[in-house]
């Protein structure tokens, strides 16, 4: 079944057209990345989806309801979350507060209950919830974001390039993590720079340029489609 | 030495008051970003609608306080929706020029409604205690109590309930808190209010201790605000009571010794000091750091 269906999306800062027509479709229970260069538009996608800017055209329908240009407090509670770019984890509120700021919109009253489900995902930081989250390491930070991208129970959660900067050993955490995700029922839209990766795990790609779908398929189907090759995966350079 | 010691004590009193609006100065500013110069004239508004109870009605100090807190609390969502709310994010600068317009625009009001140079405010208390060698005036004592007081309410309001902590969440980082779902337009518009509460107070306590009021006081309160705010560093809570108590203890020491003539000369001289030498000023912001390392890190 379809959980999340994108329609002609346009999003534009200013003069700049980011997205340009841009329709996709996430199965429930499905990992879904997209691929593309620095400026394709996938963050936008995200953005636009998860209400923190406003599309300037198109629909985006989640669980058969229309969110399109709803900002984003009204967006989160029904059961989307996003983990941006850069993890944006709040440095100087502690990791516990970090947390329940992801779990905002959930009711009161069972933010320690939440805490500790996420936290069974989660070892390393359980030990450390007083201490203020400037004192993590990259790959804890990128734990942590996750963490609290999953504090409002989502049923549809966004990464966005969780594996950049990271070492090769915390990034292959993160690719394990998402993989259990994806077991407990967590359907996800996953931006990365390691495109090999995200394929290896994904079951769908799109392939955006300048805004635009150029390519989609299933993942096996793509990685061994030669505009993908040449332009990604780096085995021939132009 | 006496002397010495009197003039702190009187000063760190007086300071408290300036604490206050340094803390909410700093309020605006930690949400925004954005310096609200017509924080003062809104705080002034409220205190003109105490006195307008007073000398129309009569109103009991309850009353007057009531009136002032709710006046200074409607003239700050007012501005932050006319400067804040309407100019876009980014906007810092546009945000800063429409609030001192809106500054003139709230001082020219009350000035035709008022047209008098000063207003009576009704005191809060008159009474004297004797410490030892000290002397201690009433209506510094209750404004020092109720400053400490309004000071441990904010900081459990920020720091044990869900709102505090969106407010401290959107503070750090508004683009983050979006993404978590907080409705950052909603804290913002609390923080202002907030802000005005705690203005609307100061206000009601200067006030009652002067025993009266001018148009004037806006440009009075923003100043003080503003030194206070950058003496402690602008954002910091502790820096905001940190630096309210300093230039209270300034300005009582340059009183006595200097003259009355001198408390404002050297009060700008100590903030010039502090710009060019330590700019962050006494709680210099942790955070702008820590974001700075941060994006370096990714």
Same mark, same amino acid.
């Given at each position: ?238 | 030495? =006496? ?27 930690? /949400? ?30 309850? /009353? =007057?306080?009531?009136?002032?807190? !709710? ?7 007012? =501005? ?29 009001? !009350? ?76 804290? !913002? ?11 609307? !107070? ?67 001289? =100590? ?28």
């Amino acid at each position: 079944m379809t959980m999340l269906e994108v329609r002609n999306l346009h999003v534009t800062y200013g003069k700049v057209r980011a997205v340009r027509g841009i329709c996709l479709d996430v199965a429930e229970g499905q990992i879904v990345t997209l691929i593309g260069a620095n400026g394709a538009g996938k963050s936008s996608v995200m953005h636009a989806i998860c209400g923190v800017i406003k599309p300037q055209a198109g629909q985006i329908t989640f669980n058969g309801r229309d969110i399109s240009g709803l900002p984003s407090h009204r967006i989160v509670p029904q059961g989307i979350a996003q983990v941006p770019e850069g993890r944006m984890i709040f440095e100087d509120l502690t990791i516990r507060e970090n947390l329940l700021v992801g779990g905002y919109v959930r009711s009161r009253g069972t933010d320690d209950e939440r805490i500790d489900e996420v936290l069974e995902l989660f070892p390393v930081l359980r030990p450390r919830l007083v201490e203020p989250a400037a004192n993590l390491s990259g790959g804890q930070q990128q734990m942590l974001a996750i963490a609290r991208g999953l504090m409002s129970n989502p049923a549809f959660l966004m990464l966005d390039e969780p594996s950049l900067g990271l070492s090769p050993k915390a990034a292959e955490e993160v690719f394990d993590l998402i993989g259990k995700l994806r077991a407990s029922g967590v359907t996800i839209l996953l931006v990365e720079q390691n495109v090999r990766q995200a394929l290896a795990i994904a079951s769908r790609g799109y392939v955006l340029e300048s805004g635009q779908v150029i390519l989609q398929g299933g993942s096996t189907e793509l990685l061994s489609d030669e505009r993908l090759i040449n332009a990604y995966l780096g085995i021939r350079r132009h | 030495m =006496v002397d010495f010691i009197q003039n702190t004590l009187d000063g760190i009193f007086i300071g408290s008051s300036y604490a206050l609006l340094a803390i909410g100065f700093t309020l605006i500013f930690g /949400v925004m970003r954005r310096l609200n110069l017509s924080y003062g004239p809104s705080i002034m508004l409220g205190v003109f609608a105490g006195t307008l109870l007073y000398i129309q009605l009569n109103a009991g100090l309850l /009353v =007057v306080g009531l009136a002032t807190v !709710v006046g200074a609390v409607l003239a700050g969502l007012y =501005v932050e929706r006319i400067c804040f709310w309407a100019v876009r994010r980014g906007a810092a600068l546009a945000s800063m020029v429409s609030s001192f317009a809106i500054w003139m625009q709230l001082e020219e009001a !009350v000035t035709i409604v008022f047209p008098d140079r000063t207003y009576p405010f009704p005191p809060l208390a008159d009474f004297t205690l004797k410490l030892g060698p000290f002397w201690v005036r009433g209506e510094h004592l209750i404004m020092f109590i109720c400053a400490s007081l309004l000071t441990i309410l904010l900081h459990l309001l920020l720091y044990r309930t869900r709102f505090g902590l969106a407010i401290r969440a959107v503070s750090e980082n508004p683009t983050a808190a979006k993404f978590m779902g907080i409705n950052t337009g909603l804290v !913002v518009m609390f923080a202002f209010a907030l802000a005005s509460v705690i203005g609307g !107070v100061a206000g009601y306590l200067i006030a009652s201790t002067d025993q009266q009021v001018t148009p004037l006081f806006g440009l009075w309160a923003t100043f003080k605000g503003l030194i206070a705010m950058t003496l402690g560093g602008m954002g910091s809570i502790p820096g905001a009571i940190a630096g309210g108590l300093l230039l209270g203890v300034i300005e009582a020491q340059s009183v006595w010794y200097l003259g009355t003539e001198y408390r404002d000369l050297v009060a700008y001289a =100590v903030l010039f000091a502090f710009l060019v030498f330590r700019p962050g000023g006494l709680f210099a912001q942790k955070s702008a750091m820590q974001s700075r390392l941060a994006a370096r890190r990714v």
